[in-house]
């Protein structure tokens, strides 16, 4: 299933805006990290490793607001750290929903019964909860007992309560297609989640565990065993179908990470949120300034085994809105 046609709507006429006004390089997401704290210690993230005065640091509101709408970007997704730990979070999302931006809050869910009194439904918010497989998967994976049950729970009181509830689920070596069919069946069907991103587990230099994560072969074989027996078309994803089509190796794409460009306390993150070779102090310098060229697999050894959504769903979004044939299968969800 495609996203909802408001934000295709949305999302097609900024692309084409853009395109006429010949910009080769522009946002299409956001990922806006307003802290690097959390409440928990997943092994596969290397987020918490930072010294602990920078955990402590909260980014103010109009900061992270003026960040937004300097680039220009559509979309926010507000990760970190954990970002119901920001005491200004409700805050911030209500400024960015008002300028109309489509607001995507990544959380493990822990803090939203605590905190849901803080936001209100609307077409422009949605949860983004973390769940990374079943009961003892999940748990495994954020390296603490009960919160797969705790985060399940919390996503049933927001559906109660009219939220949109989308989930992100990321892969790692020791998943199977079948741990893969698993969760997203039970995300897809016993959850009743709105929508569903998926993306391999990308190789964060200080993560705790080094071993957990997939190769392009490996990522390759599982998505193509996973998706087979009609599962990719019954699923609902917020992906597009090239996307898909990559993670199964069936299309490759360059990576155009600076269509997803990340912006924290230390300002812009060169040359993705998930690596780190210095900031930039606005987007514009951020997309002028980088050497774009030298990264992406094949030019740099960090991104040898990097499927990320954040480099290369942006590239299948921008091939798709190219072909009439792509963008009529998108619409169909095939």
């Given amino acids: 299933m495609p996203m909802p046609v408001r934000q295709s709507l949305r999302v097609g006429a900024y692309i084409l805006a853009q395109r006429l006004r010949r910009r080769e390089r522009f946002p299409l997401l956001v990922e806006l990290e307003p802290l690097f704290a959390c409440n928990l210690k997943c092994a596969g993230c290397g987020k918490i490793q930072h010294p602990a005065g920078v955990l402590k640091q909260r980014m103010p509101v109009e900061q992270a607001v003026a960040a937004v709408e300097e680039c220009g970007a559509p979309m926010v997704s507000i990760a970190g750290g954990e970002p119901l730990m920001h005491p200004q979070i409700g805050e911030m999302v209500e400024e960015l929903v008002a300028r109309r931006k489509y607001v995507f809050l990544c959380t493990n869910a822990l803090l939203i019964p605590r905190k849901i009194e803080?936001?209100?439904?609307?077409?422009?918010?949605?949860?983004?909860?973390?769940?990374d497989g079943l009961r003892e998967r999940h748990d495994a994976s954020v390296c603490k007992e009960g919160v797969f049950d705790e985060a399940v729970a919390a996503v049933r009181e927001c559906r109660r309560r009219g939220f949109r509830v989308t989930t992100n689920t990321t892969f790692f070596a020791g998943d199977s297609p079948r741990t893969v069919i698993e969760v997203l069946d039970f995300l897809n069907d016993d959850l009743g989640v709105d929508q569903m991103m998926i993306s391999p587990g990308y190789a964060y230099e200080k993560a705790p565990d080094q071993d957990c994560f997939l190769g392009v072969r490996q990522t390759r074989e599982m998505f193509r065993a996973a998706f087979a027996g009609g599962n990719r078309k019954r699923w609902r994803f917020n992906h597009s179908p090239l996307f898909l089509d990559f993670l199964e190796g069936k299309a490759d794409f360059p990576c155009t990470a600076w269509a997803i460009p990340s912006y924290s306390v230390f300002g812009w993150q060169r040359p993705c949120y998930l690596m780190a070779d210095g900031y930039?102090?606005?987007?514009?310098?951020?997309?002028?300034?980088?050497d774009w060229s030298s990264y992406g697999r094949g030019?740099?050894?960090?991104?040898?085994?990097?499927m990320a959504h954040c480099g290369y769903e942006p590239t299948a979004v921008f091939a798709t809105l190219g072909?009439?044939?792509?963008?009529?299968?998108?619409?169909?969800?095939?």
């Fill in 118 to 131: 803080r936001f209100t439904p609307s077409p422009y918010f949605a949860w983004a909860v973390h769940i």
């Fill in 280 to 290: 930039a102090q606005s987007y514009r310098e951020l997309v002028e300034e980088t």
């Fill in 299 to 306: 030019r740099d050894p960090r991104c040898a085994n990097c």
């Fill in 323 to 334: 072909s009439l044939r792509e963008s009529l299968r998108a619409l169909r969800g095939a």
